[in-house]
């Protein structure tokens, strides 16, 4: 890849990735837009430790929990149409969702209050993220494995919630449950709306939902870390969560893991909070159409300025933000399904207020600023990518080229 450097401001981008392939990634790829327009990109290292092939930058990568961004797009296409409220109880779109149980140190009980909409894309509905429970075991016979999303979520349903909705914030299968949700109101696949309502407006012809043989031939390696103690991250959701709180050594070495992502659970899964595969310049055009309050680079709106800034909106109270508390996430709360920030004081970020985005399990990030109109998307290839370590700094580095 040429090196797209539109000022020599945005020389630290480049330095910033050029450590990070001496820290702890074989390789990375980072596209940055600023006021609608390509103002960096870079691909370093190597997309294959085995074969030492250099990182190209048109390589595609499992985004893991980036797919949320799209997805929270998707759905929030919806309340702008005027199909649901965010204060509508889930149950009156997904009849499943009407009667729910709640797990208890008691015992099993009948919920008290109702999921809505809005506890679905705040992480606050009671969901967890456990892919091996009953309900998706349950959704695996039911659909002889193809696990059709609509039906999954149903499933879903059925399984207790951790506590009562909107008690707590709860990293989970929210998202998901969105996907399902925009596919039961549409009648659509959610890959299929995706693609009619995102991806063909904005021109990204990169980013998909089932990655095919001819598309997996294309992707980068994936690759965990494995220090020389031997603590191998083996829960990549936990890994994210955590992160590495027990210290961080570069000493060590990466075990290639294969390309296959566990959270697609079916061929007709599309899964809302990780199931994409792309490469970074297509998912960049994404982030840069939030970064404008909606409007891609073809001219084509996706989104009304009004729904991007009420997507980085904290939703979470002073209770919910003690639950909303990994290392990495000091200082922003949560808003329509993305982090946002709220306090520089505790995040120490130069960061405008109001910075939103997400990360995913193998090292992408998504930065999107409508002040700034800064739009970054950053991706790697390593399962336990240390976010608390890179993530603040990449956004201080981009945040410092701004003029």
């Known amino acids: 890849m040429d090196i797209i450097n539109k000022s020599d401001r945005y020389s630290p981008l480049k330095d910033f990735c050029d450590y990070m392939i001496k820290e702890r990634t074989p390789g990375c790829v980072l596209v940055v837009y600023r006021k609608g327009e390509k103002a960096f990109e870079y691909a370093a290292g190597v997309s294959s430790i085995e074969t030492g092939k250099p ?73 967890d993220y456990n892919l091996n429970s009953e309900s998706i075991k349950r959704a695996r016979e039911l659909t002889n494995g193809a696990m059709d999303t609509a039906e999954v979520v149903r499933c879903i349903a059925s399984e207790p919630l951790s506590f009562e909705p909107g008690a707590h914030w709860q990293y989970s299968l929210c998202h998901d449950v969105l996907a399902g949700l925009v596919s039961i109101i549409t009648g659509m696949k959610f890959r299929d709306y995706v693609k009619a309502n995102i991806l063909d407006p904005l021109d990204m012809h990169e980013t998909v939902y089932h990655a095919t043989p001819e598309i997996e031939a294309l992707m980068a390696e994936q690759y965990t870390f494995v220090p020389n103690n031997g603590s191998e991250v083996t829960d990549i959701v936990e890994a994210q969560k955590k992160g590495t709180s027990g210290g961080y050594t570069s000493d060590g070495s990466f075990k290639n893991v294969g390309k296959r992502v566990s959270h697609i659970l079916g061929p007709e899964y599309d899964s809302g909070g990780a199931g994409i595969t792309t490469t970074t310049p297509d998912y960049a055009k994404l982030i840069a159409a939030l970064s404008r309050g909606g409007l891609g680079l073809t001219g084509e709106r996706i989104l009304a300025p009004a729904t991007v800034e009420l997507m980085k909106v904290n939703r979470l109270g002073v209770d919910q933000l003690r639950d909303f508390s990994w290392s990495a996430l000091r200082g922003y709360g949560y808003g329509l399904g993305v982090r946002t920030h709220i306090d520089q004081a505790k995040s120490g970020s130069i960061a405008y207020l109001g910075e939103f985005g997400w990360g995913g399990a193998a090292g992408a990030t998504v930065i999107c600023d409508t002040k700034a109109e800064l739009g970054l998307f950053f991706a790697q290839h390593t399962l336990n990518p240390r976010e608390e370590w890179y993530q603040p700094r990449l956004r201080n580095v981009a945040y410092s080229c701004i003029d």
């Open 55 to 127: 990182m190209q930058g048109d390589e595609y990568f499992n985004i893991y929990s980036c797919s949320k961004v799209m997805t929270v797009t998707a759905a929030a296409q919806l309340l702008e149409r005027g199909s649901y409220l965010l204060g509508d109880p889930l149950g009156e779109y997904i009849p499943e969702f009407r009667d729910m149980k709640v797990r208890t140190k008691d015992g099993i009980v009948d919920a008290q209050n109702k999921i809505t909409v809005g506890d679905l894309f705040s992480m606050t509905a009671g969901l």
